[in-house]
T-cell receptor, first 111, second 114 residues
Framework: QKEVEQDPGPLSVPEGAIVSLNCTYSNSAFQYFMWYRQYSRKGPELLMYTYSSGNKEDGRFTAQVDKSSKYISLFIRDSQPSDSATYLCAMRETGGFKTIFGAGTRLFVKA | DSGVTQTPKHLITATGQRVTLRCSPRSGDLSVYWYQQSLDQGLQFLIQYYNGEERAKGNILERFSAQQFPDLHSELNLSSLELGDSALYFC?????????????FGPGTRLTVL
């Protein structure tokens, strides 16, 4: 079993929809949770990070962490065609050096 | 533009060969990370250097090696190449090490082994 599981999709939604992207994990020592966005032929860029449990909001993006369920989510409100990309979740233990990435979910937002 | 540069952008070589990928971190960043991204394996952490010293190792094959030089640029050496080594190789850098240090990724080197 992989440490981090993420549905690769693809996920196709109409413009303006609310998108929900999710990851599950097995390592209870993970404390730092991140979401990266990767456009085609580009390197990943950090969108959001959260420490431990809770919610974090930044514009149209909301990250949620539920440590009791070992489940994290990224919500995108009012999705735009420019949001079409691959979204990777990533996690790290406190004091850890290795970041473990999910497989990434490909998102297509149709105009 | 993240400020991390990688060369070359594309590399095509044959099985059994050896190649070197180069990464220059953002100005002021001391940590360099190498990742391999393939379609079936996703983004896999290979190795991390901090200020010239190896800090963490991931799923890096013995045929692969890396180093970070005094000017903080890093090189990833891949030898005895196999078809399965074809992938995107990303370098990332951060100011420090561990914790929440944001990693900034370069544009990647696409390696094709024929």
């Amino acid at each position: 079993q992989k440490e981090v599981e993420q549905d690769p999709g693809p996920l196709s939604v109409p413009e303006g929809a609310i998108v929900s992207l999710n990851c599950t994990y097995s390592n209870s020592a993970f404390q730092y949770f991140m979401w990266y966005r990767q456009y085609s032929r580009k390197g990943p860029e950090l969108l959001m990070y959260t420490y431990s449990s809770g919610n974090k909001e930044d514009g149209r993006f909301t990250a949620q962490v539920d440590k009791s369920s070992k489940y994290i989510s990224l919500f995108i409100r009012d999705s735009q065609p420019s949001d079409s990309a691959t979204y990777l979740c990533a996690m790290r233990e406190t004091g850890g050096f290795k970041t473990i990435f999910g497989a990434g979910t490909r998102l297509f937002v149709k105009a | 533009d993240s400020g991390v540069t990688q060369t070359p952008k594309h590399l095509i070589t044959a099985t059994g060969q050896r190649v070197t990928l180069r990464c220059s971190p953002r100005s002021g960043d001391l940590s360099v990370y190498w990742y391999q991204q393939s379609l079936d394996q996703g983004l896999q952490f290979l190795i991390q250097y901090y200020n010239g010293e190896e800090r963490a190792k991931g799923n890096i094959l013995e045929r692969f090696s890396a180093q970070q030089f005094p000017d903080l640029h890093s090189e990833l050496n891949l030898s005895s190449l196999e078809l399965g080594d074809s992938a995107l190789y990303f370098c990332a850098s951060s100011v420090g090490q561990g914790r929440t240090n944001e990693q900034f990724f370069g544009p990647g080197t696409r390696l094709t082994v024929l």
